[in-house]
């Protein structure tokens, strides 16, 4: 079967446009480049040469396939060199009437039979389209940089684009080494469409001094496994683009979701753009440097002293509660394991030496660090054995009116002065803490699961919470090597409130048939890096808990777009769970 676009121009060599034409030469096609002077050509061929020649460098070319490459490739000012090519892909700047006017001409120039691809980020395929006689062959292929290293490739369709340039596009694709995922034309596509919406979220939640940056970037890098915090990704992609990008998502949506953060435009305004600036919503050494300069961040607190931790108990005898349990005994803590029987809090103490157990067989801990670690913990039955303990941390069902009896229990019986903390994950730590006497005395300590494995502890403060009790978390979370975050009690606190917003959005692609499960998956682990996709994630954590969260966030912030999408709750009626019931959005009993 022969090849399809045997020959392509690229109009515009800037970084991506450079990087598609050395992708397209390195498959053994012939590349028109064009630029729109003399000058910027000489520019864009000085561009290609010196990356053709790093790549020699880094061994990913040798010099003979280089000069092969090279030789493919030509660049000139002229657009009717295109008239030459069977694919015209255009990367100018996004710019909406600067490439309707380019596609027009391109129109103009080149046979009928050439297909007429966009670049765009987010801007809409199907108008680029009309402005030419041929709306049936013009499509998106959108690359992600450094296409060299990317291997992700959106191929967006109108309503009008025909099947088969769609197939020869998504084929064109694959003989590059390139994944391609279908998708339809919709501001953002399948990747912007799902990491915007999320970045603004984390831009508005800095904004309204929730939490610091610091501890919003580390709560997602640590909470959720991705390669950057979401600010530090913004300063990368360039807050002025961000900002264009939202804003098309925006005209095209009406979701106030998608409606940029007031604080992406005043650092537009400024002149902060991100790396590129040397300034957004960090400081860096200079403007292209990666190096972030220190500096006074939004973290408050002055230096208050914790009160003295010595013993903790853990409540609850759950797969959380024994792996809490262990993170303390590894850090030479005395913990009671509390449950409400004896043989409860035995069988507990039994997963948690289970647990120890396989450290050891994976050369994690010695025999003797295991044996010492279970020596610290001591199950019991009666929680009047915890009246001394400096520490409570409750970690039961994820059901408020347990939680709040739980506490009304200890504050019958815990000595006064010890801290009280809730590993709730969504629901008010506040209404824990009023179901006690002691509200100052009372925390958010939300770990992450598994407990021994994640490092990250989100550390939720009421408004009642007493300082010195903050203090006393954030020493103990140190104690123990967690990292800990500082934020308030509303609902999802940092990482929660950033995730499942996203998963939800994914929700509602695929029930608009907008791109499958697969695509989606395969397009946000390949263009971000993300080591699961939102459909993935949403069947390991659970259908029925995932919705939870989602009403959660729904009734705390009455946003209409936070509102759980009908299939999420219809797969939830039906039972279909996810990995635990062997259905979700995939079928895993047949795997």
């Given at each position: 079967?022969?090849?399809?676009f045997?020959?392509?121009?690229?109009?515009?060599?800037?970084?991506m446009?450079?990087?598609?034409?050395?992708?397209?030469?390195?498959?053994?096609?012939?590349?028109?480049?064009?630029?729109?002077?003399?000058?910027?050509?000489?520019?864009a061929?000085?561009?290609?040469?010196?990356?053709?020649?790093?790549?020699?460098?880094?061994?990913?070319?040798?010099?003979?396939?280089?000069?092969?490459?090279?030789?493919?490739?030509?660049?000139?000012?002229?657009?009717?060199?295109?008239?030459?090519?069977?694919?015209?892909?255009?990367?100018?700047?996004?710019?909406?009437?600067?490439?309707?006017?380019?596609?027009?001409?391109?129109?103009?120039?080149?046979?009928?039979?050439?297909?007429?691809?966009?670049?765009?980020?987010?801007?809409?395929?199907?108008?680029?389209?009309?402005?030419?006689?041929r709306?049936?062959?013009?499509?998106?292929?959108?690359?992600?940089?450094?296409?060299?290293t990317?291997?992700?490739?959106?191929?967006?369709?109108?309503?009008?684009?025909?099947?088969?340039?769609a197939?020869?596009?998504?084929?064109?694709?694959?003989?590059?080494?390139?994944?391609?995922?279908?998708?339809?034309?919709?501001?953002?596509?399948?990747?912007?469409?799902?990491?915007?919406?999320?970045?603004n979220?984390?831009?508005?939640?800095?904004?309204?001094?929730?939490?610091?940056?610091?501890?919003?970037?580390?709560?997602?890098?640590l909470?959720?496994?991705?390669?950057?915090?979401?600010?530090?990704?913004?300063?990368?992609?360039?807050?002025d683009?961000?900002?264009?990008?939202?804003?098309?998502?925006?005209?095209?949506?009406?979701?106030?979701?998608?409606?940029?953060?007031?604080?992406?435009?005043?650092?537009?305004?400024?002149?902060?753009l991100?790396?590129?600036?040397?300034?957004?919503?960090?400081?860096?050494?200079?403007?292209?440097?990666?190096?972030?300069?220190?500096?006074?961040?939004?973290?408050?607190?002055?230096?208050?002293?914790?009160?003295?931790?010595?013993?903790?108990?853990?409540?609850?005898?759950?797969?959380?509660?024994?792996?809490?349990?262990?993170?303390?005994?590894?850090?030479?803590?005395?913990?009671?394991?509390?449950?409400?029987?004896?043989?409860?809090?035995?069988?507990?103490?039994?997963?948690?030496?289970?647990?120890?157990?396989?450290?050891?067989?994976?050369?994690?801990?010695?025999?003797?660090?295991?044996?010492?670690?279970?020596?610290?913990?001591?199950?019991?039955?009666?929680?009047?054995?915890?009246?001394e303990?400096?520490?409570?941390?409750?970690a039961?069902?994820?059901?408020?009116?347990?939680?709040?009896?739980?506490?009304?229990?200890?504050?019958?019986?815990?000595?006064?002065?010890?801290?009280?903390?809730?590993?709730?994950?969504?629901?008010?730590?506040?209404?824990?803490?009023?179901?006690?006497?002691?509200?100052?005395?009372?925390?958010g300590?939300?770990?992450?699961?598994?407990?021994?494995?994640?490092?990250?502890?989100?550390?939720?403060?009421t408004?009642?919470?007493?300082?010195?009790?903050?203090?006393?978390?954030?020493?103990?979370?140190?104690?123990?090597?967690?990292?800990?975050?500082?934020?308030?009690d509303?609902?999802?606190?940092?990482?929660?409130?950033?995730?499942?917003?996203?998963?939800?959005?994914?929700?509602?692609?695929l029930?608009?048939?907008?791109?499958?499960?697969?695509?989606?998956?395969?397009?946000?682990?390949?263009?971000c890096?993300?080591?699961?996709?939102?459909f993935?994630?949403?069947?390991?954590?659970?259908?029925d808990?995932?919705?939870?969260?989602?009403q959660?966030?729904?009734?705390?912030?009455?946003?209409?777009?936070?509102?759980?999408?009908?299939?999420?709750?219809?797969?939830?009626?039906?039972?279909?769970?996810?990995r635990?019931?062997?259905?979700?959005?995939?079928?895993?009993?047949?795997?």
């Amino acid at each position: 079967m022969e090849r399809p676009f045997p020959t392509v121009a690229v109009v515009g060599l800037g970084t991506m446009g450079a990087g598609v034409a050395v992708a397209v030469a390195a498959s053994g096609r012939r590349v028109i480049g064009i630029e729109a002077d003399a000058d910027a050509a000489a520019r864009a061929l000085a561009r290609i040469e010196e990356s053709t020649e790093h790549a020699v460098q880094r061994e990913r070319l040798t010099a003979e396939e280089r000069t092969a490459l090279l030789a493919l490739i030509s660049v000139g000012d002229r657009l009717d060199a295109a008239a030459g090519a069977d694919l015209v892909i255009e990367e100018v700047p996004e710019q909406l009437e600067l490439k309707r006017e380019l596609f027009a001409e391109l129109d103009r120039i080149c046979p009928p039979e050439t297909v007429l691809a966009t670049g765009t980020t987010a801007l809409s395929v199907t108008r680029i389209a009309a402005a030419t006689a041929r709306p049936e062959r013009v499509l998106g292929l959108h690359f992600f940089n450094p296409v060299h290293t990317m291997k992700l490739v959106e191929v967006v369709r109108t309503v009008l684009t025909s099947p088969q340039a769609a197939e020869d596009a998504a084929a064109f694709a694959r003989d590059l080494g390139k994944e391609p995922v279908a998708a339809g034309d919709r501001a953002g596509f399948i990747v912007n469409g799902l990491l915007f919406a999320y970045l603004n979220q984390a831009a508005a939640m800095f904004e309204s001094r929730y939490a610091t940056r610091e501890d919003i970037d580390a709560a997602m890098r640590l909470g959720c496994g991705l390669p950057m915090g979401p600010l530090a990704l913004l300063d990368l992609i360039g807050v002025d683009t961000a900002r264009t990008v939202l804003e098309a998502m925006y005209e095209q949506s009406r979701d106030r979701l998608h409606a940029p953060a007031p604080i992406l435009g005043q650092l537009v305004s400024a002149g902060l753009l991100g790396r590129k600036s040397g300034r957004g919503f960090y400081t860096y050494e200079a403007p292209g440097s990666s190096r972030v300069v220190a500096e006074e961040s939004a973290a408050g607190g002055g230096a208050v002293a914790g009160r003295t931790i010595a013993s903790i108990a853990v409540c609850g005898s759950g797969t959380m509660a024994t792996g809490i349990a262990e993170v303390f005994a590894k850090a030479g803590l005395p913990v009671l394991l509390a449950a409400r029987s004896q043989d409860k809090a035995d069988r507990a103490k039994d997963q948690l030496a289970r647990s120890l157990e396989r450290s050891v067989s994976r050369g994690r801990l010695t025999a003797g660090q295991r044996d010492a670690a279970l020596a610290l913990v001591t199950p019991t039955g009666r929680y009047a054995d915890l009246a001394e303990v400096d520490l409570v941390v409750e970690a039961v069902a994820e059901d408020l009116a347990v939680k709040r009896d739980l506490f009304a229990t200890l504050d019958k019986i815990v000595k006064p002065g010890a801290v009280l903390a809730t590993t709730t994950s969504s629901l008010p730590v506040i209404s824990c803490a009023t179901a006690t006497a002691r509200p100052q005395d009372v925390i958010g300590m939300h770990f992450f699961n598994p407990a021994p494995a994640m490092k990250l502890v989100e550390v939720v403060s009421t408004v009642l919470t007493a300082p010195d009790v903050t203090a006393t978390v954030l020493e103990l979370c140190a104690k123990v090597k967690k990292h800990a975050v500082e934020c308030g009690d509303r609902a999802g606190f940092i990482v929660n409130a950033l995730l499942f917003p996203y998963l939800n959005d994914a929700v509602r692609m695929l029930q608009e048939h907008y791109a499958t499960v697969d695509d989606i998956d395969t397009a946000m682990k390949l263009g971000c890096g993300y080591p699961m996709g939102p459909f993935e994630l949403l069947d390991v954590v659970g259908l029925d808990v995932s919705l939870t969260i989602e009403q959660v966030l729904h009734q705390e912030f009455r946003e209409p777009g936070l509102a759980a999408a009908p299939l999420l709750e219809h797969l939830v009626a039906a039972g279909c769970l996810g990995r635990k019931t062997g259905r979700g959005f995939r079928d895993h009993a047949r795997r």
